[in-house]
């Protein structure tokens, strides 16, 4: 999500983001509706962008090691729909140990915390996303959650945040985010896992509210991460792919950490299935 005001106005940007979501978010919506191959494409697609735009914003990889980075993105997703995702990680772990040898015997061991940080930065929430949309009977509902969980918490953040100012969150790594942006977007978020859990009778609808309100938090966290970053970087953006928004990693940096997070839980508390494991509490 970027973190400065274009030379645009506030509200010419605005009508540009909502612009780009309104195309952008019927192909995620249905894409995640069919699961299965049509979801994972979608994941992989983006994933091997996000991948270039990452190494963009952390210079120094040689052409091989990015290549390497963003196959190995597109091979997790792959063999999480093949295989599992114990084996997605299997082979992302021997993906990454060859990428760390080849950095040491030419010489470019200084790069070795970037690849120790971009492979699991990427591959984690990929695989969560494929893993927890296999789910036969509640992986639809998992993704549909997750996502309106982290369109809410930007939404609500936005809006709180320009309402009502205040104390800044993160004003070196993130200048324009605020306390009162992280409140509205957890309250955003439990609305979503409170309505959630209502519609389908899931479980505990206060219980998944919380679970959701933790996720806006992960959420805006992945946000800051990318924001700093940026600005690491010296740029506004990760990419200029999506008109408003800048790259895909500028429009889904928080989503990356809820995903992750969500696939944590999920495994943490062991429900009945993968995505029970995340959306369904007593």
Same mark, same amino acid.
């Given at each position: 999500?970027?973190?400065?005001?274009? $030379?645009?106005?506030?509200?010419?940007?605005?009508?540009?983001?909502?612009?780009?979501?309104? &195309?952008?978010?019927?192909?995620?919506?249905?894409?995640?509706?069919?699961?299965?191959?049509?979801?994972?494409?979608?994941?992989?697609?983006?994933?091997?962008?996000?991948?270039?735009?990452?190494?963009?914003?952390?210079?120094?990889?040689?052409?091989?090691?990015?290549?390497?980075?963003?196959?190995?993105?597109?091979?997790?997703?792959?063999?999480?729909?093949?295989?599992?995702? %114990?084996?997605?990680?299997?082979?992302?772990?021997?993906?990454?140990? %060859?990428?760390?040898?080849?950095?040491?015997? $030419?010489?470019?061991?200084?790069?070795?915390? $970037?690849?120790?940080?971009? %492979?699991?930065?990427?591959? *984690?929430?990929?695989?969560?996303?494929?893993?927890?949309?296999?789910?036969?009977?509640?992986?639809?509902?998992?993704?549909?959650?997750?996502?309106?969980?982290?369109?809410?918490?930007?939404?609500?953040?936005?809006?709180?945040?320009?309402?009502? !100012?205040?104390?800044? *969150?993160?004003?070196?790594?993130?200048?324009?985010?605020?306390?009162?942006?992280?409140?509205?977007?957890?309250?955003?978020?439990?609305?979503?896992?409170?309505? $959630?859990?209502?519609?389908?009778?899931?479980?505990?609808?206060?219980?998944?509210?919380? &679970?959701?309100?933790?996720?806006?938090?992960?959420?805006?966290?992945?946000?800051? *991460?990318?924001?700093?970053?940026?600005?690491?970087?010296?740029?506004?953006?990760? !990419?200029?792919?999506?008109?408003?928004?800048?790259?895909?990693?500028?429009?889904?940096?928080?989503?990356?950490?809820?995903?992750?997070?969500?696939?944590?839980?999920?495994?943490?508390?062991?429900?009945?299935?993968?995505?029970?494991?995340?959306?369904?509490?007593?």
């Amino acid at each position: 999500m970027p973190d400065a005001p274009r $030379t645009a106005g506030p509200s010419n940007e605005l009508r540009t983001r909502i612009l780009s979501a309104l &195309v952008l978010a019927p192909v995620a919506l249905g894409l995640t509706w069919f699961g299965s191959w049509p979801f994972a494409a979608l994941i992989a697609a983006a994933s091997i962008v996000m991948a270039f735009e990452l190494t963009n914003l952390l210079p120094g990889l040689s052409p091989t090691l990015r290549i390497l980075l963003a196959s190995t993105v597109f091979g997790a997703v792959v063999f999480t729909g093949l295989g599992g995702p %114990f084996v997605a990680l299997i082979v992302t772990l021997a993906c990454l140990t %060859f990428a760390m040898m080849i950095a040491a015997f $030419t010489g470019a061991a200084a790069q070795i915390p $970037t690849l120790a940080f971009c %492979f699991p930065y990427l591959v *984690l929430p990929a695989v969560a996303l494929v893993w927890l949309r296999l789910d036969p009977e509640f992986g639809r509902i998992a993704i549909f959650w997750l996502l309106f969980v982290v369109w809410a918490t930007d939404t609500f953040a936005y809006f709180a945040g320009r309402g009502f !100012g205040g104390p800044k *969150l993160a004003p070196r790594l993130s200048p324009n985010k605020t306390w009162a942006g992280l409140i509205g977007g957890m309250f955003g978020a439990a609305m979503v896992g409170f309505v $959630t859990a209502n519609w389908f009778a899931l479980g505990s609808p206060v219980m998944l509210a919380l &679970v959701s309100a933790f996720l806006a938090v992960v959420a805006q966290s992945g946000d800051i *991460l990318e924001s700093a970053l940026k600005r690491r970087a010296g740029v506004k953006d990760s !990419g200029k792919l999506i008109p408003g928004h800048g790259g895909i990693l500028d429009r889904v940096d928080g989503l990356i950490t809820a995903a992750l997070a969500a696939g944590i839980i999920a495994v943490l508390h062991a429900g009945i299935s993968p995505a029970a494991g995340v959306l369904i509490w007593p």
